[in-house]
């Protein structure tokens, strides 16, 4: 027939996976070296530091426009 494939999780078989502890801790490993969704999630962060800096400037830069169009009109009443 054909070779048996390597399953991924807890084998019996000799020359398997180890079982009980080792094996939580393999499968460990693999989550925590796979990097299948870490740009998203670096992407995600970004923006939405991104999104809070120009919150913030913004607010920062409309309060001292209004003052200043409200300078320029007291001036221009006068």
């Known amino acids: 027939m054909g070779e048996a494939r390597q399953a991924y999780g ?11 502890r080792l094996a939580a801790r393999s499968a ?21 530091l991104i999104t809070v800096i120009l919150i913030t400037a913004l607010t920062t830069i409309g309060g001292n426009i209004k003052i200043a169009f409200t300078k320029t009109a007291n001036a221009i009443g006068s």
């Open 10 to 20: 807890l084998s019996d078989a000799p020359g398997g996976r180890a079982a009980g």
């Open 28 to 48: 460990l490993n693999r989550f925590w070296r796979d990097e299948s969704g870490a740009t998203a999630v670096e992407i995600g962060v970004l923006m939405c």
